[in-house]
């Protein structure tokens, strides 16, 4: 069975860095697309990243272009999210979702995103 896990969330100062993780096991012979994506409070999940398989594609949002950065160790199954000059509104949980039938493009995570999720990690940035 495919299973993810985030972690690496934590309480950070604005303006303060994280850097979260989604490890990944049981993909088999497949290319999957391992996407980010957040909820805070009253608000709904939005889909901030994507790596391709490869790594060899990739997208974030833009309203965090220049912030975050994404990346993949394949040999370990993991892929990073580094977070850095945090703002209060990046409070939320971030989860990290997998699916084998997107593509991870410039135009972002598509609403069907998310054929396996992992549980999410909370950042919280203080002011």
């Known amino acids: 069975d495919v299973q993810l896990q985030a972690s690496g969330g934590g309480l950070v100062q604005a303006g303060g860095s994280l850097r979260l993780s989604c490890a990944a096991s049981g993909f088999i012979n497949d290319d999957y697309v391992i996407g980010w994506f957040r909820q805070a409070p009253g608000k709904e999940r939005e889909g901030i990243s994507c790596?391709?398989?490869?790594?060899?594609?990739?997208y974030i949002a833009k309203s965090m272009k220049g912030r975050f950065t994404i990346s993949s160790d394949n040999a370990k199954n993991v892929v990073y999210l580094q977070m850095s000059s945090l703002k209060s509104e990046d409070t939320a949980v971030y989860l990290c979702?997998?699916?084998?039938?997107?593509?991870?493009?410039?135009?972002?995570?598509?609403?069907?995103?998310?054929?396996?999720w992992g549980h999410g990690t909370e950042v919280t940035v203080s002011s």
């Open positions: 979702a997998a699916d084998r039938d997107y593509h991870c493009s410039e135009y972002g995570l598509p609403p069907g995103f998310g054929e396996y």
């Open positions: 790596i391709s398989d490869s790594g060899g594609s990739t």
